[in-house]
């Protein structure tokens, strides 16, 4: 049986993190071949993008972002390994590269071992490289507190929260509910207090990050 070829690809706009890779991947002898773009409409244009093995690539390019270029690929029907190789740490840019289909997150400073993770992947892991695992970690248990404090509210104060973070004044909510403005007031002070929150504003943050809006 004839083994197939290793083809691993690159999409990375900045010459100096490039030439770096390009280094780095050749003392890897299990390297068939490494194919380089600059941008994600070059990457696109290009054929061969269809026969890679492995794809490394930034967030940060000059026209279509890294993230908008991974759904496209998923939506083409690629399915090869993605991992993202970029200076964004930010929860929402990390979530939404994972979600859109990366199966690795790796922050250029912490990149060094190509071999390690080219290992990895080949044999069906997950990378994160130890800055954005930390992060990934502190969102994570920061989500899982502020479920618990969403446990805490009684039934008629998720109600009240479920409504007016989609928009409902407190009056139209009273309304809703049947009860009085004045007792609305009341169990909105008992949701800010049990969320450990002090105005609209946060609470939109809190029930966005528990899935509610």
Same mark, same amino acid.
């Given at each position: ?10 999409? #990375? ?13 050749? =003392?890897? @002898? $299990? ?11 070059? %990457? ?11 794809? %490394?690539?930034?967030?940060? +390019? /000059? ?5 908008? +270029? ?10 090869? /390994?993605?991992?993202? +190789? ?5 929860? #929402?840019?990390? %979530? ?12 250029? =400073?912490? %990149? ?10 080949? @044999? ?5 490289? /130890? =800055? ?11 989500? $899982? ?24 004044? $407190?009056? #139209? ?41």
């Amino acid at each position: 049986m004839v083994k197939k070829q290793m083809l691993i690809g690159l999409v #990375e706009d900045e010459k100096i993190f490039r030439d770096d890779f390009i280094r780095n991947i050749s =003392t890897i @002898n $299990t390297i068939d071949k490494t194919f380089v773009w600059k941008s994600a409409e070059e %990457f696109l244009n290009d054929k061969n993008r269809c026969d890679i093995t492995i794809l %490394f690539l930034d967030i940060r +390019l /000059p026209h279509m972002n890294g993230i908008d +270029l991974i759904r496209n690929i998923r939506e083409s029907g690629l399915n090869y /390994p993605i991992i993202i +190789l970029s200076s964004l740490d930010s929860d #929402e840019i990390i %979530f939404k590269a994972i979600k859109a289909g990366a199966v690795g997150y790796i922050h250029k =400073t912490d %990149f060094s071992n190509l071999k390690e993770v080219i290992e990895i992947i080949e @044999n069906g892991g997950a990378i994160i490289s /130890p =800055t954005i695992a930390l992060r990934v970690f502190h969102n994570f248990q920061s989500q $899982t507190g502020q479920s618990e404090d969403y446990s805490k509210l009684s039934l008629r104060e998720k109600q009240i929260l479920e409504i007016l973070v989609n928009g409902i004044t $407190t009056k #139209e909510a009273a309304q809703r509910l049947h009860i009085s403005l004045h007792t609305l007031r009341k169990h909105i002070r008992n949701i800010y207090k049990k969320l450990n929150i002090n105005n609209q504003q946060e609470m939109m943050k809190v029930a966005s990050k528990m899935g509610l809006i």
